[in-house]
């Protein structure tokens, strides 16, 4: 039925422009910060791509300390595709040598917040900054420095769990972690130097 189909207009719809946050208002907003447990979930945000819930489900199952990998859970996200992705030294280095040290209890997550807790510690950090910031804006800041450092487009929604739209990305690229995890150290992401 070509000619109805034909008849059909769909309207354009435009593009929503991002006010993806400054290196500077990132690593003003990451000082700001005070406890190692906030940081770090800080840094795993601005460096791996990570959905806020993602990032607050991690349980110690999906953190590879040795590749710095991360493989977030598969069954939490209905709507939401997910697949590998990885955090870089600056978080690996707060993890393991600040926040891991400092944790008592023996709890699976990685980052056991009390909701509350956790949106005082960002609500704290805006006050004294002035800078808005949200894990989906270092979600956000994450996608625009990877692009600025080289990597292609594919690879970022692969990072991101974005299921990829062209023919080339979806049929024709290599998703495997060893791959990914080259292309994420060539691109060397900094967020606080």
Sequence with gaps: ?????????????????????SKREVQTFYYALKASKARTLYLFYA???LR?????????????????????????????NTWVTF??????????????????DSNSKV????KKTYQQLWIDAREETGIHITPQKL???????MGELGVP?????AFCGRVPKSVLARHYT??????LKRIYDRANLKVLS
């Design 1 to 21: 039925m070509e000619h109805l189909v034909q008849s059909f207009r769909f309207p354009r719809i435009p593009i929503a422009i991002k006010n993806v946050p």
């Design 52 to 80: 806020k819930n993602e990032a607050l489900s991690l349980t110690f199952n999906n953190v590879d300390l040795k590749r710095t990998m991360i493989t977030p859970s598969q069954k939490r996200w209905g709507t939401k």
């Design 174 to 179: 290599d998703y495997s972690p060893e791959r």
């Design 153 to 157: 487009d594919r690879y970022i929604d």
């Design 87 to 104: 955090f870089n030294e600056e978080a690996e280095e707060i993890l393991l040598k600040k926040y891991l040290p400092s944790r008592s």
């Design 47 to 49: 460096t791996s791509g």
């Design 111 to 114: 980052f056991p917040f009390a």
């Design 139 to 145: 979600r956000d800041f994450f996608c625009q420095q």
